[in-house]
């Protein structure tokens, strides 16, 4: 009996882990990118005005409260990994959540956020 309740916890642990994406640090997205890594997405869920003023090198942008209209937008992308970020995880979270729920498997948080990539890496802006 212990067994099976212990077997019941360790199966519940493992599909709650599941839902969520796996983190990656913003050194290894770099490396990823710079090697032009094409199993790769990286996807910007702030505002367009937030992504206007700064990015990882190219991420594309759809905000969060648009990706479950623009989700097609991804659908090529299954078989890719994708790489969610926003300025706090709030937003990423959300958007991880809603990737989720459409089938994508291959989902990755940028650790630290847009702060933590533009606190050491090379950004794109846009032009004024």
Not at 44 to 67: C, K, M, Q, S, Y
Not at 74 to 97: F, H, M, N, P, T
Request: glycine fraction near 6%; proline fraction near 5%.
């Amino acid at each position: 009996m212990r067994v099976l309740a212990l077997l019941l916890v360790l199966a519940l642990a493992f599909a709650a882990q599941a839902q969520d994406s796996t983190k990656i640090e913003p050194q290894a997205l770099a490396e990823r990118l710079a090697w032009g890594d094409q199993a790769l997405v990286v996807l910007d869920v702030r505002t367009a005005a937030e992504f206007a003023e700064g990015h990882v090198p190219g991420a594309r942008n759809i905000p969060h409260t648009e990706l479950a209209a623009r989700i097609a937008e991804l659908e090529g992308d299954r078989a890719r990994d994708i790489v969610v970020y926003c300025r706090s995880g709030a937003r990423s979270a959300q958007a991880v959540k809603t990737l989720g729920a459409a089938g994508f498997k291959r989902l990755f948080h940028l650790q630290g956020d847009y702060p933590a990539w533009s606190a050491k890496m090379p950004v794109v802006t846009a032009p004024q």
